[in-house]
């Protein structure tokens, strides 16, 4: 099938090898997901949009474990990206997180909890109001959104709710790269009986307090996520703080 | 359309499975115990979740079955099977470990005292339901008709005396919670359950691997004892030596050392899941399926260590 490309798109693909600019469309969902024009009016409504392979989304075709499906987001190959929506067309609550690489790489890793195979999606905005979007089908046996969490049977989590461990790696293959890891049950609010928990906001600065990155996240995203960033440079500490939808805050910093 | 070919597969698996035969042969290891070998596959429609071995010792005063396979139907075939075999009533049933593979035919033998490790039994009581309703979604109907019988009677370690036959029950863990091996003294058979796995990757979902290493040490040690005969792993060929302990622990170690490594190095899952299998894993059966499990499993206690 074959699309007219907008003014905006012709741009792009001038500037790109040819392979991938004849992969860039505007419509005819790759992932040929019935739920693709429902996600598009939730979130991308009247914006310019455009499947592009430079979005690259990783997850395992097929998810082991429902509870923590591991998705790895690298727009990178895009230019001055500024925001980024993940989510997953059937999922309850489709909504995984949002991004602002505001001083970081486009690149983000983290794991989700999926109900039933669906796709996931990450929709990339770029600094000329275009979204970008990527993705891949995850197949799942389920059960990821409306399974208790583990903290739900173990209380002692209570005690380490939103300890934050970071490091960071300055050579090898992972030079420049950011772990950080949150205890949070990150409950739906799905599992009869036990409300919605779970962390909103996450803000990573450098020493000068000139901010990294700060991610956005709803009910999908995994217990005690652990999220994966690409600082570029590496100088100096890392300023984590944020707080979850009951008003807990934690902040903490690390050194290099 | 995403839909179709998984539909058209399962079909074919319930054509082909038609008859729910799983074909048990019983295979004598020594005199008077026999085992039935599974396939070393994963589950699914086709096998009937018959990936896994189970044992009957013919004792002086009755059949003493190890293990009671994936299904009712299973059960209900073993019992047949062994039926052919001696005209003994089965006198006790034992589980080795919660896991559904090896406790869903428990069902075929009511009225019959079924013994586990009392770890064992809590564990079929919790998740029993659960594994069972996995097992189904992996194998369809060859599970139809199954409900999990818990085991009703504890064991504990030491030397146990049934129907007449003297038994050495060794408690482990380390595969699951609760791992039972059992020395059969007058044959010198040693029952490994799925502490050792033969020619097929290890499954680790509940796996302990430094307990696991521990108890592939002992059971090690009871494959040098004078009587010792045969070691019947949980899943693969029964062998005379000790060679599946080795190569159990050689893959424990490796996933171990990979998962470690893989954290300290800052890896991201994916990244870990992508990794391809060493060469001496490579030709392994399933060890790619069970390598992507383990690393599920694994992983994020490995990447919380590092990220201290």
Not at chain 1, 157 to 168: A, M, T
Not at chain 2, 220 to 225: G, K, N, P, S, Y
Request: with cysteine; glycine share 10%.
């Amino acid at each position: 099938m074959k699309f007219p490309l907008t003014i905006a798109a012709i741009a792009l693909a001038a500037l790109m090898p040819p392979a991938a600019a004849a992969a860039l469309r505007e419509g005819g969902d790759p992932l040929g997901s019935a739920r693709w024009g429902e996600m598009q009016k939730a979130f991308l409504a009247g914006q310019p949009v455009l499947f592009d392979p430079r979005v690259k989304v990783v997850a395992p075709s097929t998810a082991e474990n429902p509870m923590q499906v591991p998705v790895t987001v690298d727009a990178t190959a895009l230019p001055k990206v500024e925001e980024v929506i993940v989510f997953a067309d059937f999922n309850p609550i489709v909504q995984v997180l949002r991004f602002f690489p505001v001083g970081s790489g486009a690149y983000l890793g983290f794991r989700v909890k999926l109900q039933q195979s669906t796709p996931v999606r990450a929709a990339v905005r770029t600094a000329d109001g275009v979204w970008h979007v990527g993705g891949t089908w995850v197949n799942t046996v389920g059960g990821g959104c409306t399974a208790p969490s583990g903290a739900a049977a173990n209380k002692e989590w209570q005690q380490r709710l939103n300890e934050v461990s970071v490091r960071q790696w300055s050579e090898g293959g992972q030079g420049g790269r950011v772990r950080l890891r949150i205890v949070h049950p990150m409950d739906t609010g799905l599992v009869a009986g036990i409300p919605a928990f779970h962390l909103e906001e996450i803000s990573l600065a450098d020493a000068a307090g000139q901010p990294l990155m700060r991610i956005q996240t709803f009910e999908p995203v995994a217990e005690n996520p652990v999220f994966t960033l690409q600082r570029g440079e590496l100088a100096g500490p890392v300023a984590a703080s944020g707080h979850d939808n009951n008003g807990n805050l934690f902040q903490a910093s690390i050194a290099p | 359309m995403k839909y179709l070919p998984l539909s058209l597969l399962l079909f074919a698996g319930a054509v082909l499975a038609a008859a729910f035969d799983y074909r048990l042969q019983p295979r004598q290891v020594a005199p008077d115990v026999d085992v039935f070998i599974g396939r070393s596959e994963d589950f699914n429609t086709v096998n009937g979740g018959n990936i896994v071995n189970t044992a009957f010792i013919v004792a002086a005063q009755g059949v003493i079955v190890i293990d009671s396979g994936p299904s009712l139907r299973y059960g209900e075939q073993a019992r047949r099977a062994i039926a052919g075999v001696t005209s003994r009533p089965v006198a006790l049933v034992i589980n080795t470990h919660h896991h559904p593979d090896h406790f869903l035919g428990n069902q075929a033998y009511a009225g019959t005292p079924i013994a586990a490790l009392p770890g064992t039994i809590q564990g079929i009581a919790a998740d029993g339901n659960a594994f069972a309703e996995n097992l189904y979604r992996m194998s369809g109907d060859w599970l139809k008709g199954t409900e999990v019988v818990v085991p009703t009677q504890a064991l504990a370690a030491g030397p146990y005396r049934v129907a007449g036959r003297q038994l050495e029950l060794i408690a482990l863990d380390g595969h699951t919670g609760a791992d039972l091996a059992i020395y059969d003294v007058a044959s010198g058979v040693l029952f490994a359950g799925d502490l050792v796995f033969n020619g097929r990757a290890p499954t680790t979902p509940h796996a302990e691997i430094n307990h696991w290493l521990a108890a592939l040490d002992q059971l090690e040690a009871l494959t040098r004892r004078p009587g010792f005969t045969a070691l019947v792993p949980g899943h693969g060929e029964v062998v005379r030596d000790a060679a599946p302990i080795r190569q159990t622990r050689a893959w424990l170690l490796w996933l171990q050392g990979s998962m470690k490594q893989a954290a300290e190095a800052g890896l991201d899952m994916n990244e870990v899941l992508a990794r391809p299998l060493p060469p001496e894993f490579a030709d392994l059966p399933v060890a790619a399926s069970e390598y992507r499990r383990s690393v599920g499993h694994l992983f994020p206690a490995a990447e919380e260590a590092v990220l201290k």
